[in-house]
């Protein structure tokens, strides 16, 4: 099939490279430049595992390619998909200002029948304005189908290519069936393509997030409960992973969510909630708890030195939101950071992937480093921030010798806390002694 994605971040780039290596015709579109000439020179303008194969391997053979020209694009194919982003606006809504104004070209170019995909998370009702946009702009026959996105940054690939489940919202049987069609080689295996109304695949995006996120939530409260009361989160952790009911995904207590999506999405479904004369409770509560928990964790830090942190140097390990990306985006080490600058501290930091966009962030106020122990020179601690694998079995004789003090603050768990201590570390970590 002739297949247009709109939108070259994390989740077009990934979704056009996989429909292309399953035999369709991708033209990959976006507004940024310098992006589509990176991509067109085989540059990936993000870390994502796997993801430069596919990209070589399609454009070499043709089927996928990178333009900015929307008009050629939307002529040439048969399906769109909208995959730009939905940021938060200050309200907390999504701001659907990148996919209307998508919506509006896809009218104005469009020459015959399109089948036009809402790929990005988008909140209940906007299949049907994007379906009104397009029809101002129109006469051509089109259909609007809502098919939100599952993948996991870091793991996205894997995850396109193996879904656990494909939704599909459709109000025309006939427009679903062509989604079912592209996505049968993805689907081999017995995953479900679920089929259901576009108001209710729309929300299921945001259900999933929001749940998820709420374990984490969930974890960090008893966590911060096991602190005072002297009990092991990671132990109460294994103890609930191992009950089938609950399953052990999502339960890792630490300095909460961030990335592009958990704290968004759920900021807009609580909005959803206000809109539509219903408090989302529990959901307030899961982002307030995920708000406090960098602050407990910085407050850790303080106390731990008395009254400030004027004149000392803290080395930073992990700044992206999660390992295996390079994606900054409302990553906790932004707040761990800014708050350890405000209060007086020097923050020399390292991160696998994402430096280039941590510069972006903090520019010359941190140093860099260029490996995890060049941090960690003269510095009176280490804040752990993102569980980087490379961070788990480092020399820790090397850390301590380049360290001034040795002291770790553990914002993933990613250390036993006996072990630690035998090794001569001051070592605190999330809800365990
Ligand atoms: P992104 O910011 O990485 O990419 C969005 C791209 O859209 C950018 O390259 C931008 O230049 C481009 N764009 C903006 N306006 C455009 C226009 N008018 N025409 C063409 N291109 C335009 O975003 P992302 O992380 O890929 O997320 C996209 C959507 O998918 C969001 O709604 C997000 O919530 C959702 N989603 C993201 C993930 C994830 O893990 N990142 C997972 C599932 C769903």
């Known amino acids: 099939m002739n297949v247009c994605v709109i939108g070259t971040g994390y989740v077009g780039l990934v979704a056009g490279a996989c429909l292309a290596e399953s035999g369709n015709d991708v033209v990959c579109v976006d507004i940024d430049e310098a992006k589509i000439e990176k991509l067109r020179q085989g540059v990936i303008p993000i870390y994502e595992p ?20 929307m008009e050629a694009a939307v002529k040439k194919s048969f399906i769109l998909f909208i995959a730009v982003g939905t940021p938060t606006t200050p309200s907390g809504a999504a701001d659907l200002t990148y996919v209307f104004s998508v919506a509006k070209d896809i009218g104005r170019y469009m020459d015959r029948y399109k089948l036009i995909v809402t790929k990005s998370t988008v909140p209940v009702g906007t299949a049907e304005r994007v379906r009104d946009l397009i029809a101002l702009e129109t006469k051509q026959p089109f259909d609007v189908v809502s098919n939100p996105e599952f993948l996991k940054q870091g793991a996205a690939v894997e995850d396109f290519m193996k879904p656990d489940r494909v939704v599909v919202g459709a109000d025309d049987v006939r427009a679903g069936e062509i989604l079912r069609e592209l996505y049968g080689p993805f689907v081999r295996t017995g995953s479900p393509v679920l089929m259901m109304d576009i108001r209710t695949a729309e929300m299921v995006k945001y259900a999933a997030n929001a749940f998820l996120a709420s374990r984490i939530s969930f974890m ?3 966590a911060n409960l096991a602190e005072e009361v002297g009990a092991d989160i990671e132990m109460i952790r294994k103890g609930l992973a191992s009950d089938g009911r609950i399953g052990p995904a999502f339960l890792f207590a630490g300095l909460g969510f961030g990335g592009s999506c958990f704290p968004k999405d759920t900021r807009a479904l609580i909005q959803t909630g206000s809109e539509n004369n219903y408090r989302m409770r529990i959901l307030e509560a899961v982002e307030t708890v995920n708000l406090d928990q960098v602050d407990r964790f910085v407050g850790k830090i303080r106390r731990h030195f008395g009254k400030d942190l004027k004149g000392k140097r803290i080395a930073v390990w992990g ?14 080490a932004i707040r761990v950071i800014e708050t350890l600058l405000a209060e007086g501290a020097s923050v020399a930091a390292y991160d696998p992937e994402a430096m280039e966009d941590a510069r972006t962030i903090f520019g010359d106020r941190i140093q860099y480093a260029s490996n995890n122990y060049g941090c960690l020179e003269g510095a009176n601690a280490l804040a752990v921030v993102t569980e980087w694998q490379v961070f788990r079995n480092p020399n820790f004789e090397r850390m301590k010798s380049s360290m001034q003090q040795p002291i770790v603050f553990d914002g993933r768990n990613i250390f036993d806390p006996a072990h630690m201590r035998q090794l001569g570390f001051t070592y605190y970590s999330i809800g365990r002694k």
């Open 220 to 222: 960090n409260e008893l």
């Open 319 to 332: 700044l992206s939101f999660k390992p295996r990306t390079n994606d900054m985006r409302d990553a906790p």
């Open 50 to 69: 796997g993801l430069p194969e596919l990209v070589e391997r399609n454009s070499r053979d043709e089927r996928l390619t990178f333009t900015t020209d």
